[in-house]
């Protein structure tokens, strides 16, 4: 049931309850109250929203349904925190009788999960942390100091788009089995990871109830709160691929956890994120069987059974899987090495496609030294990742040639550190013409054109070349003889029609290439009219099936990381400066929705209340299948310590609320 009694404002609760126990807990106002009222961010002028309610579970056990739900574990005055939130609990605290927070353990290390829990510490609540999170929670500049977490992601891909940013007191750290008493009860910790490398769970037992506090494994009956952050690697067969082919990597274990918790038999699950479950069991059968069927859709056209057949034995055979086309020996107007396609003319000009390595530059030195090639005279871009980027800046050094991709794409080339992505290089590459989609142009006897191709990537670029017969569609890593490429969730890939590969696919019925190359395959190849039906079915079903795994109106907030980003992601800025921020939204929705963002100041940026580090609201209506950005502007303090500083975003979006969902860097 939940709580009816009015409660006193967070300041005088902070007030009343620092003065009888010396209880301090997290400042500022939670941010759907601010959304709600419209105010600024001072917390004087902000008229509060309802209260968040409480569920009592027995006598000395309830849940806060704040941003996230919180476990309140309490007797005599004093209470146990799972997990904090933003700290808006405290609202919830006064009206319980409670006092004293003296504990506050954490399923994991998201900031969502914890970013409220500064102040508690700072008023003597001790903090438990998962064993393998605990450098997480303690010494997150590490992490954030370290440029292999920000660029060239990809074989240790697990990222932490929510680290926290500023470090956290650590008194606690659990291992599987770890067994906490407070008051009446007993609290078992059991590892569940999943959602993130080292996550647990909290078997509660008190009144003689069992309730489960499983974090994020499970969102409700059937759901999760995201599908991205499963991305990990995984082995099979005698073959392992790395974080960043591992799409869904992660369920296995997700999975195996949740069955642990199942047969404990308790009588509730109480999410992170999501709906109390009072019948468990139900509710992870459910879920386990939709990862499944989401997974053997996924499996049926999926590039990875091309690259890594090993490891989808189990599929081979089952309804639905594409079968996986022969190759085409190339045009004799083609070479082929690394990653690079190189067109050559009759008159023996060469026209490159992506250069992965310095070594692709000395191999095209030696075909002009052996007359092989007569001159460079282009380069084109397919995508950004490094293994298609790494040799064009000493390229640029050695051949005087324009560049030339699409202007989505050479956004990306031109100013990478603004963006936050897989396998992306922090060095800035020359591009003299960014093309429109479908911009045509003549090079010696092939006709060239330029598309944007939202495959593989959100960013990328396919470009025709016609000669003849000859209809040669480069379509850079999008798409192999068994389906298409999409193992990396960081890589932007939308579901629906005219968006991500339906668009692709589309394109392609447009066209009717009579060759496909990928980067990394030696053969050409084609698919037939059959062959695209069948895979845009399965997108159609894979948009259906992904929707109802996650909470979310579309699919795609699941599947996306990104739908809210900071561009740039990356600046630099001197003390006492003003930067600007971006906070864009990308609407996946079919109706507009209501946006709001504020900056949250780290604590290097001074001391003082929450509500005096954060800049002021700003608010938009987000058109349907749209994104749009707003702006935030904030200064950056005179005695500001030289370093990486990273700002945490506030977001409330349609009827969710969350705290610092993302997060941009400034370099001072």
């Given at each position: ?38 105010g600024d961010a001072s917390g004087e002028s902000i008229r509060r929203a309802p209260a968040a309610e409480v569920t009592k579970l027995s006598e000395h056990l309830a849940v806060y349904h704040g941003p996230i739900n ?599």
């Amino acid at each position: 049931m939940g709580a009816k009694e009015a409660r006193p404002t967070r300041r005088r609760f902070l007030q009343t309850a620092a003065g009888a126990a010396g209880l301090a807990l997290a400042h500022g106002v939670p941010t759907a109250a601010v959304a709600a009222a419209g105010g600024d961010a001072s917390g004087e002028s902000i008229r509060r929203a309802p209260a968040a309610e409480v569920t009592k579970l027995s006598e000395h056990l309830a849940v806060y349904h704040g941003p996230i739900n919180v476990g309140i574990v309490h007797a005599a005055g004093k209470a146990l925190l799972i997990d904090c939130g933003d700290g808006s609990v405290a609202d919830a605290l006064p009206a319980m009788a409670i006092t004293k927070v003296e504990q506050v353990v954490f399923t994991h290390h998201h900031r969502d999960q914890a970013c409220g829990a500064h102040g508690m510490a700072a008023g003597g609540a001790k903090i438990g942390v998962p064993q393998s999170e605990r450098e997480l929670f303690a010494n997150p500049g590490s992490y954030w100091n370290d440029d292999r977490n920000l660029w060239r992601l990809y074989r240790d891909f697990r990222p932490h788009p929510l680290m926290l940013t500023d470090p956290l007191r650590v008194d606690d750290a659990y291992a599987d089995g770890h067994e906490i008493n407070f008051g009446p009860a007993k609290i078992r910790v059991l590892e569940t990871p999943g959602h993130t490398e080292g996550a647990v769970s909290y078997l509660v037992e008190v009144d003689g109830r069992r309730i489960v506090f499983c974090g994020d494994s499970i969102y409700d009956e059937g759901k999760i709160w995201d599908l991205y952050s499963l991305q990990k690697g995984f082995a099979k067969g005698g073959k392992r691929i790395g974080g960043y082919h591992g799409f869904m990597g992660d369920r296995w274990r997700l999975v195996e956890g949740l069955g642990r918790l199942k047969a404990l038999r308790p009588q509730m699950l109480v999410p992170s994120h999501g709906k109390l479950m009072p019948e468990p069991s139900k509710a992870i059968d459910t879920l386990a069987g939709r990862l499944e069927t989401c997974y053997e859709n996924y499996v049926a056209i999926s590039a990875l059974r091309h690259y890594f057949p090993e490891l989808f034995t189990d599929y081979v055979g089952r309804p639905g899987q594409m079968p996986i086309r022969p190759g085409i020996k190339p045009p004799d107007c083609l070479r082929h090495f690394g990653t690079t396609w190189m067109l050559v003319s009759q008159s023996g000009a060469a026209f490159v496609m992506d250069v992965g390595t310095p070594r692709i530059v000395t191999e095209i030195k030696n075909m002009l030294a052996q007359g092989e090639i007569k001159s460079v005279e282009g380069l084109w871009l397919t995508h950004y990742h490094f293994d298609h980027t790494d040799g064009i800046p000493q390229f640029q050094k050695e051949f005087d040639c324009p560049c030339i991709t699409d202007r989505r794409l050479a956004e990306v080339l031109i100013n990478p550190r603004a963006w936050r992505l897989p396998c992306l290089m922090a060095e800035p590459i020359r591009v003299h013409r960014p093309m429109a989609d479908g911009q045509s142009w003549q090079w010696r006897e092939f006709k060239l054109t330029s598309y944007y191709y939202p495959g593989q990537t959100l960013y990328h670029a396919a470009l025709l070349v016609e000669q003849g017969g000859l209809r040669m569609f480069f379509v850079g890593d999008s798409h192999t003889m068994s389906g298409i490429d999409d193992y990396c969730a960081y890589n932007r890939n939308f579901l629906g029609r005219n968006v991500g590969f339906q668009y692709c696919l589309s394109l392609i019925e447009k066209l009717q290439p009579t060759h496909l190359f990928n980067c990394h395959v030696n053969d050409a190849f084609t698919f037939t009219p059959e062959e695209i039906r069948c895979m845009r079915q399965n997108l159609d079903e894979r948009e259906t099936l992904f929707g109802q795994l996650v909470p979310w109106d579309h699919a795609n907030y699941g599947l996306d990381p990104s739908w809210v980003r900071c561009h740039p992601y990356t600046q630099e800025a001197e003390a006492g400066q003003r930067v600007t921020l971006r906070v864009v939204f990308t609407n996946h929705s079919a109706e507009p929705r209501q946006a709001a963002c504020r900056a949250v100041l780290p604590q290097a940026f001074g001391s003082g209340p929450q509500h005096d580090r954060t800049s002021d609201w700003v608010r938009a209506t987000v058109p349907a299948k749209t994104e749009q950005s707003l702006q935030l502007s904030l200064r950056m303090p005179d005695t500001v310590a030289p370093g990486r500083h990273v700002i945490p975003v506030d977001v409330t979006y349609g009827p969710w609320t969350l705290p610092q969902f993302t997060e941009a860097i400034v370099l001072v």
